[in-house]
């Protein structure tokens, strides 16, 4: 159902966003491209880790029983790491062992190298062992059939380490969302082309790619729609190989703004319009067939603030994850703020410290939605509820660490 009156809250959008989405498919891939996936089943361990009983340190194998201050053993032998000692170790024996080693048979401590002397075959205990100590006992890692990474888990370096110790080459992994890309207007054109009388450059459809693919998703710029209708209609077949489409620009009530009704003539079934939010009010999300639509502002400043909040989410869950709000946390202001109206408001601020150490955030005093090089400056999004009261220098506001996202 489309929003009938009002401006929709943000938490509520997100929700509803969320809420429509599935992640993709599976696909098996390579261990090596696996990185910054997201499982979409449990790696199971293959073998058990450590297979045998192992050393964890150089010295000697012996019987914890014979491993007493004074004692002189015989060293019958050696068990370095990839070659175990065959034999058995005997009362009165020992075998010289180093880290990784298995531990032989008949042994169950480690008498360690610096407490050690060796001499002519034999060796002579230093300092008296404990029974289990410096062994790693079999499967102290993991066994093998255990559940080591869970579906849902996005891959990173420490958990590609543990996929390959488990012996796992393949992992199954949620595909790549593909995300359509359409920037729409008379008056852009791409960067690099003539641009046409009163026109602009197109940065939206750049600026969402480089999002998207930082996020995990495969962007794909399509060509530039102009405001007419069947253009734009045109892209309705091609949108069905993407897992959703994104749009900017004709998403507001001006004459020109010909997403609502271009896509409407080709079955487009409208879910909500118009967030309760600053910059970038007029967004559209809605369905063309089973391809989600999410409709950005033109406006550059607006379209990128409103992919923070609302296209990063989706990709997570698109990607296999729960999609939860843009992290967030709390910061001290360093400039008073004004009581806002009924729109939440994301001020573009840039990040200090104080003199107690505290992260510190200073919006900058100009926040119109046109400027794009304050964006670019910009290190974080300083949250404001729709009515928060007017706050002094030194409050705590939240605020979205723009650094931590990689946009």
Not at 133 to 149: M, N, S, Y
Not at 220 to 238: K, N, T
Not at 364 to 376: E, I, K
Request: glycine share 12%.
């Amino acid at each position: 159902m489309a929003e009938k009156g009002g401006l929709l809250p943000v938490e509520e959008a997100r929700a509803r966003i969320l809420a429509a989405l599935t992640p993709t498919a599976a696909e098996t891939i390579a261990l090596p491209e696996a990185a910054g996936r997201v499982l979409a089943r449990p790696v199971l361990a293959r073998l058990t880790q450590p297979p045998a009983a192992v050393s964890a340190m150089d010295g000697y194998a012996l019987r914890a029983a014979d491993g007493v201050l004074g004692a002189k053993l015989a060293v019958i032998g050696a068990a370095p790491a990839g070659h175990p000692f065959a034999g058995v170790v005997g009362p009165g024996q020992a075998v010289r062992i180093f880290t990784g080693g298995f531990v032989p048979e008949g042994a169950n401590a480690i008498l360690l190298q610096e407490d050690a002397e060796a001499s002519d075959g034999a060796v002579l205990v230093r300092e008296s062992v404990v029974p289990g100590r410096w062994v790693r006992k079999r499967g102290l890692d993991f066994a093998e059939g255990e559940a080591l990474l869970a579906a849902g888990r996005r891959l990173t370096a420490r958990d590609i380490g543990l996929a390959a110790a488990s012996n796992n080459p393949w992992l199954a992994v949620h595909r790549r969302p593909r995300i359509g890309i359409l920037a729409t207007g008379d008056e852009i054109a791409l960067p690099g082309d003539p641009i046409p009388p009163g026109g602009i450059v197109s940065s939206n459809a750049h600026a969402l790619a480089a999002l998207i693919r930082a996020a995990g998703g495969e962007p794909i710029i399509l060509p530039i729609a102009p405001d007419d209708a069947s253009a734009i209609a045109d892209v309705a077949a091609a949108a069905q190989a993407y897992d959703m489409l994104v749009t900017t620009g004709g998403a507001s009530v001006g004459e020109h703004d010909l997403i609502q009704q271009a896509l409407g003539n080709e079955g487009f079934e409208l879910g909500f319009w118009k967030i309760a939010m600053r910059p970038g009010k007029p967004l559209i999300w809605g369905r063309l067939g089973r391809v989600p639509v999410l409709g950005l502002p033109g406006n550059p400043v607006s379209a990128l603030v409103c992919a923070i909040i609302f296209l990063l989410p989706a990709l997570a869950r698109l990607s296999g994850l729960p999609g939860a709000p843009t992290p967030s946390r709390r910061v001290i202001c360093a400039t008073p703020l004004p009581e806002n109206d009924r729109r939440a408001d994301f001020l573009r601020a840039s990040l200090g410290t104080d003199a107690d150490g505290r992260v510190t955030v200073r919006p900058f005093p100009v926040q119109d939605s046109s400027m794009l090089a304050t964006l670019a400056r910009a290190e974080a999004l300083v949250l404001r509820a729709p009515f928060a009261p007017a706050l002094p220098a030194g409050a705590e506001v939240e605020a979205i660490m723009l650094g931590e996202l990689g946009v």
